[in-house]
């Protein structure tokens, strides 16, 4: 594999690259924005984004509901509460805390909300996170709700990657990186304090120190909701998927705590504290939902008591703590169930709460001190409801609270789901949602979207504007359930991790193979998609089998393998991907890394590629590198970076998301659909 780069200069943000940037940048308007349905589409999407009957997905703090409002007249937003009763009955009667547009104004920056989080005890106090970029980095102020000002001496940082949680309303667990001293070698905090009101912050208390090889640390407390002692966590991530914890004792010394390194710990009900294991524990299979007596652990006693045990096609995909419940989100064949755990005298009482049909639960808020769970519903035919789940009901039964109006035509559509086998034997699911009269003539223009990494699972949602953009224009829309992601538990997410990369890249060509197989589509008329880790997948989909595919949409991607841990958050991925450093792991990434698999005399499909400069997660050379050597070889390629939004591409202008979601549509329109 050669080692020269001639395009290395692209990964620095000098006035050469930010030329280059420009020149892409005009060429792809020209091609995209010029074309006379991008307009029409970017002012659809937009509609849709700007529309008032989307649901709010609230909080509940204090008796009220709150709510962050991105709209035409707050396009960076407010934040805003309303009492429960008047949402119930779709009053407007909001009340607005917080406006970011004005801040925006009166500071001269362009500010985005990274988070806003509320102190239990003092829920008016929250501390908001600001990036000025939409970048991960952002800064810290204390704000006070009830008076609508910033705390004058309140607790404030400078920007940084930090990591900051409430201990009381008078101090915090905070893990800042103020300097290169205080981050890890992937630029993470690698010290957590327990810093008091009051006091600067080079005087708070040092609780650990992680080594710099570290990824990071950080801290939180677990209340009590019936009065106890509360229980302090410290987190030590010692690599991406092993941490150590560790509790935070009364004199402010620390204990470990005698869990297996590949453990999340999702909170405390009744005296016990709920585990998820992503390995095998003793006898205990990776994947079960445990429960542990906290006083005992504590003591040293290990006596775990599993509470749900995935089968071979599940997986638990989060816990949220009640205040004397449990609720458990399970996937199974990708699909949501919801669960109610109650600890009762003779053990725990399991009971699964209906759900309106085969689609994806997000659990949005367990208000606190309540047995209650704010939680939405989708599939990909029906809109995003917002409901509420009283635990104390016998019943279960989940109240509607709010539904999105329809986007597109469902009842002309169906979604199936399909199973590929892997060049291994092992059944790959995937999704297909169509028209119900499309033809398999193998013509209809396909999307085919992956992930396939970080246990991420990919799950059904409303498809919203791709339903009437693309689906109503009869185009085919397929979503893959590769390896490598977290649809049936830890095992799926490891058959695809470090040296075994390549079987995520083998599921999702063979379903791209079934596809054509199947005479749904044909690869002229077949596209993929993807972001982040997906951008990587696509990337090295059509680096291996170019010939499948008529168009690739590669989004804020990984695409030099040889060199991401030299790149921003490159290094907290090593156990995902492995250590180029590592020869054993040198060879695996260099068989599939796609930046350096792109060669002379192949054809490769029409590709779009997207980044951000502003994101300090995947560095954006990865894209601009890629796009230059397939510009090298005369291959059809375009670019688009923009200058906010970060990796995420959100919290910014709606108008600049808008742009870039007509830019894509538009580029699947002219290489799958307007081909003759």
């Known amino acids: 594999m050669p080692t020269h780069d001639p395009y290395l200069w692209l990964e620095d943000d000098s006035a050469a690259t930010r030329a280059w940037c420009a020149e892409q940048q005009a060429h792809t308007a020209a091609q995209l924005d010029a074309d006379p349905r991008f307009a029409a589409l970017a002012d659809e999407v937009l509609e849709h984004l700007r529309d008032d009957e989307r649901v709010p997905f609230v909080e509940a703090h204090a008796g009220w509901w709150h709510h962050f409002l991105q709209s035409p007249a707050h396009p960076r937003g407010v934040y805003r509460r309303i009492r429960p009763d008047d949402y119930r009955a779709n009053r407007d009667a909001w009340e607005v805390l917080f406006d970011l547009d004005a ?9 985005h909300l990274a988070g806003i989080d509320h102190c239990t005890e003092r829920p008016a106090r929250c501390l908001l996170s600001l990036s000025a970029d939409g970048g991960d980095a952002a800064c810290l102020r204390e704000y006070d709700l009830d008076a609508r ?61 992680a080594e710099r090889n570290a990824l990071a640390v950080s801290a939180w407390r677990m209340l009590n909701p019936d009065g106890g002692e509360p229980v302090d966590i410290i987190e030590e ?41 992503n390995q095998a524990w003793g006898e205990l299979d990776a994947g079960v939902l445990l429960a ?25 995909d989060g816990a949220l703590a009640g205040r004397s419940c449990l609720f458990v989100h399970v996937l199974d064949e990708g699909v949501s169930q919801l669960w109610v755990f109650t600890p009762t ?15 994806q639960l997000e659990m949005v808020d367990q208000p606190w001190q309540s047995n209650g769970l704010l939680f939405g519903y989708d ?8 409901y509420w789940l009283d635990a104390d009901d016998a019943t279960l039964a989940p109240q509607a609270l709010r539904g999105q109006p329809p986007r597109f035509a469902a009842e002309q559509m169906h979604a199936q789901l399909h199973h590929a086998i892997a060049p291994d034997g092992e059944r790959i699911p995937y999704f297909v949602v169509a028209r119900r009269d499309a033809p398999h003539d193998g013509q209809r223009p396909t999307l085919l979207y992956g992930y396939g990494g970080f246990a991420v699972p990919m799950t059904p949602f409303y498809l919203g504007a791709l339903g009437r953009q693309w689906l109503e224009q009869g185009g085919v829309f397929v979503l893959s359930c590769i390896r490598g992601g977290g649809e049936f538990g830890p095992d799926w997410h490891e058959a695809a991790l470090a040296e075994r990369r390549q079987v995520a890249f083998d599921d999702f060509l063979a379903i791209a193979r079934q596809l054509i197989a199947d005479g749904l589509t044909c690869p002229a008329r077949l596209g993929i998609q993807g972001g982040s880790n997906g951008g990587l997948l696509v990337a090295a989909a059509m680096t291996q089998a170019p010939e499948l595919f008529g168009a690739v949409v590669c989004e804020v991607p990984l695409t030099d393998m040889l060199r991401y841990t030299e790149l921003s958050a490159g290094p907290s991925w090593i156990d995902e991907y492995g250590d180029p450093a590592d020869p054993e792991h040198y060879a695996a990434l260099a068989a599939y890394s796609p930046y350096q698999r792109l060669q002379a005399g192949v054809r490769y499909p029409a590709t779009l590629v997207t ?9 954006p050379g990865h894209a ?53």
């Open 292 to 316: 542990l007596d906290w006083q005992a652990l504590c003591a040293g006693e290990i006596d775990p008591l599993p509470l749900f045990t995935p089968g071979p096609r599940q997986s638990v």
């Open 345 to 359: 005298a003779d053990g725990w009482q399991a009971q699964r709460a209906p759900l309106p049909g085969q689609g």
């Open 611 to 619: 980044t951000s400069s502003s994101d300090d997660r995947v560095h």
């Open 149 to 209: 000002a910033f705390v004058a001496e309140g607790f404030q940082l400078p920007p940084g990657k930090h990591s900051v949680t409430w201990r009381d309303p008078d101090s915090l667990y905070a893990a800042v990186v103020l300097s290169e001293a205080d981050a890890t070698a992937s630029g993470y905090p690698r010290e957590v304090k327990l810093w008091q009101r009051g006091q600067p912050f080079a005087q708070a208390h040092s609780l650990l120190k």
């Open 624 to 676: 601009r590198k890629f796009t230059a050597r397939l510009l090298a070889l005369g291959q059809p390629v375009q670019l688009y970076q923009s200058d906010a939004g970060g990796h995420s591409g959100q919290g910014g202008d709606m108008r600049q998301l808008a742009a870039e979601v007509a830019r894509v549509t538009v580029f699947l329109y002219q290489q799958l659909m307007d081909a003759a």
């Open 379 to 386: 599939d990909f035919l029906t809109p995003s409801t917002l």
């Open 237 to 277: 991530a010692l690599s991406f998927y092993r941490t150590r914890y560790w509790r935070v004792l009364p004199d402010l010394s620390r204990q470990a705590l005698p869990l297996p390194p590949k453990v999340d710990i999702d909170g405390v009900v009744a005296g016990q504290l709920i585990v998820r294991l």
């Open 103 to 111: 801040l925006a104004a009166a500071e001269g920056v362009d500010w």
